[in-house]
């Protein structure tokens, strides 16, 4: 079985990562991190992401542009806010997510 792509795009590095790699525990997912914009638009041109986790300190019009051109570009992409919260969180909202 393929593993489920999950864009995750967070500003602050330390916490990017540690959150792909958090994602990357679960053998059915494949997180990419993303610090900026670019990057993560860049990202999702290039891969059939299932689910955007957009992260904490993402300026709001930011955030709009980035769940704008991704329903934009893929109409039933899921978008999930994560602000933190530990592992088994993550890992609930992306299961709900994938629903």
């Known amino acids: ?7 995750v795009v ?3 590095p330390e916490i990017l990562a540690t959150v792909v790699r958090l ?3 679960n053998p059915d997912w494949n997180a990419t991190g993303c610090q ?9 041109d290039q891969q ?3 689910v955007v986790l957009l992260g904490g300190g993402i300026e709001p019009a930011s955030e709009d542009q980035l ?3 991704f ?4 109409p039933k992409i899921k978008i999930v806010q994560h602000y933190g919260g530990g592992s088994g969180l993550l890992a609930a909202e992306i299961y709900e997510a994938l629903k």
Do not use: K, W
């Open 1 to 7: 079985m393929e593993s489920t792509q999950i864009l």
């Open 10 to 12: 967070g500003r602050h």
């Open 23 to 25: 994602v990357n525990n």
């Open 36 to 44: 900026t914009d670019e990057e993560a638009i860049l990202a999702f």
């Open 48 to 50: 059939a992401f299932a």
């Open 67 to 69: 769940c704008a051109y």
């Open 71 to 74: 329903r934009n570009r893929n």
